[in-house]
Nanobody
Framework: QVQLVESGGGLVQAGGSLRLSCAAS????????VGWFRQIPGKERDFVAA????????DYADSVKGRFTIFRDNAKNTFYLQMNSLNPEDTAVYYC???????????????????WGQGTQVTVSS
């Protein structure tokens, strides 16, 4: 079992920044991939970014490239999503997820991840 706890969501004006955190604990291993997804009501959960456990590889959705950065703090087993230049279309509930060997199925696919956090709301006002 892997436990994930997100924090850092909130309300921000367009053009602003937020940093989301995802603290991982439990039976983690270097074979896990950590991903961030977002979801708005009535829509599917969309891929945002992913990072290998050791931080060597990152992947981003086209919609966030150049604005969002995913990274990790090795000492704290915590993964971050730095979000800059936010716009109202970024408004959603953001989830972090952990998947064992997620790259084998595809890091952008929700079904590649077995463990999910509780989600944190991000609201960007215009």
């Amino acid at each position: 079992q892997v436990q994930l706890v997100e924090s850092g969501g909130g309300l921000v004006q367009a053009g602003g920044s937020l940093r989301l955190s995802c603290a991982a604990s439990g039976r983690t291993s270097s074979s896990y991939v950590v991903g961030w997804f977002r979801q708005i009501p009535g829509k599917e959960r969309d891929f945002v970014a992913a990072i290998s456990w050791n931080g060597a590889r990152t992947d981003y959705a086209d919609s966030v490239k150049g604005r969002f950065t995913i990274f990790r703090d090795n000492a704290k087993n915590t993964f971050y999503l730095q979000m800059n230049s936010l716009n109202p279309e970024d408004t959603a509930v953001y989830y972090c997820a952990a998947g064992f060997n997620a790259q084998a199925v595809g890091v952008s696919r929700p079904r590649s991840y077995a463990y999910w956090g509780q989600g944190t709301q991000v609201t960007v006002s215009s």
